[in-house]
């Protein structure tokens, strides 16, 4: 049994390529995935579901993009110590930095190494407050 067994990650995101990959890899470790493919879904599961133990965001999203569902996700009774790691285009420096005061804890750049994309996951789950 790993460490990640029976961690629940949420991932939000509409690039169903890149969706595929992400939960092959998060599986493959041990970990439950939850995946919302727009923003609308998104809210659903953030007022319908008990928090994740992690939440991987997109910020390019359908209906909502990924700044304003951090800032709902925060707002959410129970969410404020969910850790958030943003999954950002090349070249977005700004939302990256208003993604980080929104709420959001870290981030990783696309096209990303699984390994760093893990290798982030498994630090944010050990710093959970
Ligand atoms: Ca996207």
Known sequence: MSESASKRILMVEDEEDIAF???YMLE???FVVDHEADGRQALEYFAQG???DLTLMDIMLPYHDGLE???RLRAQPGWD???VLMLTAKAREVDIVRA???GADDYVTKPFQPEELL???RRL???RR
């Open 28 to 30: 493959r470790h041990g």
């Open 81 to 83: 110590s969910v850790p």
């Open 125 to 127: 789950l050990r710093s």
């Open 69 to 71: 569902l951090i800032e």
């Open 119 to 121: 290798a982030r996951i």
């Open 100 to 102: 980080l005061e929104l």
């Open 50 to 52: 008990k928090p994740p």
């Open 21 to 23: 990959l992400i939960r």
